[in-house]
T-cell receptor, first 111, second 114 residues
Framework: DAKTTQPPSMDCAEGRAANLPCNHS???????VYWYRQIHSQGPQYIIH???NNETNEMASLIITEDRKSSTLILPHATLRDTAVYYC????????????FGTGTSLTVIP | DTGVSQNPRHKITKRGQNVTFRCDPI?????LYWYRQTLGQGPEFLTY????????KSRLLSDRFSAERPKGSFSTLEIQRTEQGDSAMYLC????????????FGPGTRLTVT
């Protein structure tokens, strides 16, 4: 599975969009990009995933560059409850196997 | 609550003792995973079951660690002769075959070895 690079920490003002970048320059053609987050003292929570096209769900949007070497997770209107560690993971599609979490980005939403 | 549950939530033990943790996955999820997480790090994969079969084990899973899922439902993770380096959060997750992109995690068991 390809490795990812994320900034260790970011701040975002409450109500503003939070844009979390992820670099995955060695991604393979059959690898998806997944995002999970972990709120303090809880287990990780799935957010969104995608292959090539941009994706949106009720939690967030995922923008993947055309060359697929990087992506951005967008939380459109960040709230204090979005304060968490966000993990960007690349993995071969739906293998049912484990995820390799890195150290993620610690997002702090500021009132 | 029909999510993944783990027991106990916290365990303090002395070095050299054996400990066992339990994970109850979401019913009808046939895949179950164990991860370990230390402070400041992301979760690290330990092992994975599909139904009762243990299909993969990480090299992190030393001989002192054993996991079972006897009837394809709940799972146990046992650590024998605990060491201080075993202190960590032990997370369990489950997923359904058709939606394996989404693993549902439990709250974890925090182990402290003194």
């Amino acid at each position: 599975d390809a490795k990812t690079t994320q900034p260790p920490s970011m701040d975002c003002a409450e109500g503003r969009a939070a844009n979390l970048p992820c670099n995955h320059s060695t991604i393979s053609g059959n690898e998806y990009v997944y995002w999970y987050r972990q709120i303090h003292s809880q287990g990780p929570q799935y957010i969104i995933h995608g292959l090539k096209n941009n994706e949106t769900n009720e939690m967030a949007s995922l923008i993947i560059t055309e060359d697929r070497k990087s992506s951005t997770l967008i939380l459109p209107h960040a709230t204090l409850r979005d304060t968490a560690v966000y993990y960007c993971i690349v993995r071969v599609a739906d293998t049912g196997n484990q995820f390799y979490f890195g150290t993620g980005t610690s997002l702090t939403v500021i009132p | 609550d029909t999510g993944v549950s783990q027991n106990p939530r916290h365990k303090i033990t002395k070095r050299g003792q054996n400990v066992t943790f339990r994970c109850d996955p979401i019913s009808e999820h046939n895949r179950l995973y164990w991860y370990r997480q230390t402070l400041g790090q992301g979760p690290e994969f330990l092992t994975y079951f599909q139904n009762e079969a243990q299909l993969e084990k990480s090299r992190l899973l030393s001989d002192r660690f054993s996991a079972e899922r006897p009837k394809g439902s709940f799972s146990t993770l046992e650590i024998q002769r605990t060491e201080q380096g075993d202190s960590a959060m032990y997370l369990c997750a489950s997923s359904a075959s058709a939606l394996s992109y989404e693993q549902y995690f439990g709250p974890g068991t925090r182990l402290t070895v003194t």
